[in-house]
Structures are given as C-alpha cells and as structure tokens.
Nanobody, 126 residues
Framework: VQLQAFGGGLVQAGGSLRLSCVVSGRTSSRYGMGWFRQAPGKEREFVAAISWGGDNTNYADSVKGRFTISRDNAKNTVYLQMNSLRPEDTAVYYC????????????????????WGQGTQVTVSS
C-alpha cells in the first residue's frame, strides 16, 4: 500500500488549504485513515481520523471547528480541509492508513497505523 499526500504550501494566517492523500496498491482492503503532523523539534501528533465507512470522525482539540476530514472511497482519496489556519499549524502533515476492524472504527494512535505517506509541508505565516 502506498500513500501520497498533496496540497501543502505557504499560506497567511486565517487562510485555507486542502490536503489530499491518494491510496494505491492493495486498495481492496478497508482502511481507516488519519492525518498527523510534526513540527520541528516536536513529536508527531494526531490531527484527524475517519473511519473506512466515512461515518465516524475524530479531531484533535486544537483543530476542532477549523479542520474537516473526509474521504471518497471511489477515488481512494482522503482529504483534510483546513480553515482559519494559525502559525501554530505549521508542520509537515502526514496521512496514514490502518486496516479497519469495522466500517465505523476510528483510531487516533500514531503507533496504530500501518502505512504512511511521505508528508507535505504546511507553513502558516503570521
């Protein structure tokens, strides 16, 4: 399974970006998907996750109300819409996949994901 993330860039505070993550390879499996981020000198942290069925989501408190995770299984793609961006959102953003136990299962644990993309840089200027 390969994951490739797109959509990062430089944006001013208050702006928006949409990240995309395309899953290829063994896409017949049911994968729960997550977005994580890692700022310089910090550990990788959970941002958002969505179940394979798309009916269940979970967000870090720091992004609730500003970020929205969604997926299009027909396109094997998961998205992260990021609005009202802040300088503290600056990080490399990674998408990740794990085999789902059920269609509604959501996982927030970094160590629980099986496959990772290469990351995309998001920089928010003040």
């Amino acid at each position: 399974v390969q994951l490739q993330a797109f959509g990062g860039g430089l944006v001013q505070a208050g702006g928006s970006l949409r990240l995309s993550c395309v899953v290829s390879g063994r896409t017949s499996s049911r994968y729960g998907m997550g977005w994580f981020r890692q700022a310089p000198g910090k550990e990788r942290e959970f941002v958002a996750a969505i179940s394979w069925g798309g009916d269940n989501t979970n967000y870090a408190d720091s992004v609730k109300g500003r970020f929205t995770i969604s997926r299009d299984n027909a396109k094997n793609t998961v998205y992260l819409q990021m609005n009202s961006l802040r300088p503290e959102d600056t990080a490399v953003y990674y998408c990740a996949a794990r085999v789902s136990i059920t269609a509604s299962y959501v996982d927030t644990g970094v160590s629980n994901y099986d496959f990772w993309g290469q990351g995309t840089q998001v920089t928010v200027s003040s």
